[in-house]
């Protein structure tokens, strides 16, 4: 079958990776199955939930939303590359201290979420925290402990680097 | 009686699906016109992946036009912006010469979709989607929007009130794409307003969405510009409506004038998201306070 498969380069959580399959395979497939980055989850499956969330060149997107074509390239990041090593990113100790997390499924887009706000608005307003939060759907928590883990990450930002 | 398509969504079988990425335009340009009819456009993918996972995307040849340089980008000269059609939502809403002079533009693409959408879904995508729910057109017809098309054949200009000509349906030829979205400066002065009403604030698709800007001298309406999302096959610029309220000074009549007059330019339909009923009323409110709250408070 000519054309069916691509092969794609790009960076995935610093290292290089070639991923291959139909250009129009969804990128979050590419990542759970060929890297076994099962942290990106899938909820809906149509851009609604953010659970898929990566961040792609810098940007947060829906990875279900992304054929593998336009992963070409590209650096990504998954939930599996924000801690180093041990050491957890300072949206991630927030999570834990708050409570933000309960079943998980939808914790590593909300993570993402709010490091990609964090980084637009070091210091967001309520408001912006909630526009930041927006696309990204938590059936357990009602969000005040995911709204409250957000702005204990800013906090332990402006302590130092994370 | 239940039929076979009746069932749950599928996702839609990759096999029957291609998506090349050509190195730059001409090269996307020429494909279009090679095969007349055979190529479609696929930009940030916010809408086609989304029917592509419900199994309701037609199956064929899609070109991708993410990453083209020339559809790209934001040039402000001294009396237009031209905004690429790969420009993002994001990237529009955070210009500092949109947010300053096109504020109306601005705030429909932060109320399209959450953060995810806006740093993939584009401007261009949103007109050649063709959506009569999408957030961005109104905000563009207000402005004077032209669209710059261009294909193998050659470039051409457009008003953008006439572009869209049904549900779906758009002066645009199988070989053509949209280049960019220029707007006329020189608004600033303007009295605007935009409102998305959905079911909730964030990520909903809108049930009405409304924008409007006026020139004032006073009370009276030198000129003015009405346009309306989700109410008729497509966005629609509310050209009764506009008469009904340029040269006039506001007051009870000319309000009164203005909502009779916009049952002429909007034809809202039941569906999934709202009733026709209350979109019509919904409608007829924005606009009431449109002209009475918005022109009178900062008038006087």
Known sequence: MPDSTVSVRCRVNGTDATLIGHPMTRLLDSLRSDLHLTGVKEGCGEGECGACSILLDGRLVNSCLIPLLHADGASIVTIEGVAQGERLHAVQAAFIAQGGAQCGICTPGMVLAAMSLLEQHPNPSDADIREGLAGNLCRCTGYVRIFEAVLDACRRSEMGPR | ?300
């Not at chain 2, 800007?213 to 009276?220: E, F, I, K, P, Y």
């Not at chain 2, 203005?258 to 049952?263: D, F, R, W």
């Not at chain 2, 809202?268 to 002209?291: E, M």
């Open chain 2, 1 to 300: 009686m239940p039929t076979l398509g009746d069932g749950p969504a599928v996702r839609s079988y990759l096999p029957a699906f291609t998506l090349v990425a050509p190195k730059d335009l001409q090269s996307a340009l020429r494909m279009l016109a090679d095969e007349p009819g055979v190529w479609r456009p696929f930009a940030g993918g916010t809408d086609l992946m989304v029917l592509f996972e419900a199994g309701r995307l037609p199956p064929g040849r899609y070109v991708s036009l993410w990453g083209l340089k020339e559809l790209g980008g934001i040039d402000v000269a001294p009396d237009t912006v031209s905004i690429g059609a790969l420009t993002t939502y994001a990237d529009v809403a955070r210009h500092p010469v949109l947010r300053n002079e096109f504020p109306l533009l601005c705030r429909a693409a932060e109320q399209t979709g959450g953060a995810a959408t806006q740093n993939r879904g584009t401007l261009g995508g949103n007109i050649a989607n063709g959506s009569p729910a999408a957030d961005t057109p109104p905000a563009l017809l207000v402005y004077d929007a032209e669209l710059e098309l261009i294909s193998a054949r050659g470039a051409r200009r457009m008003r953008y009130d006439r572009f869209h000509s049904g549900y779906k349906t758009m002066d645009l030829a199988g070989d053509e794409l949209i280049r960019s979205i220029t707007l006329p400066r020189g608004r600033v002065s303007w009295i605007e307003s935009y409102r998305k009403v959905g079911t909730r604030k964030a990520q909903a698709i809108s049930k009405v969405c409304f924008a409007a800007a006026a020139d004032m001298d006073g009370t009276l309406i030198r000129d003015v510009r009405v346009a309306l999302g989700s109410v008729a096959p497509a966005v629609v610029r509310c050209l009764h409506t506009e008469s009904a309220m340029r040269g006039r000074t506001v007051d009870d009549a000319l309000v009164e004038a203005a909502a009779a007059a916009l049952t002429r330019d909007i034809a809202p339909i039941d569906d999934v998201r709202s009733t026709a009923k209350y979109r019509l009323h919904v409608s007829r409110n924005l606009l009431i306070q449109f002209a009475t709250e918005t022109l009178s408070r900062r008038t006087h």
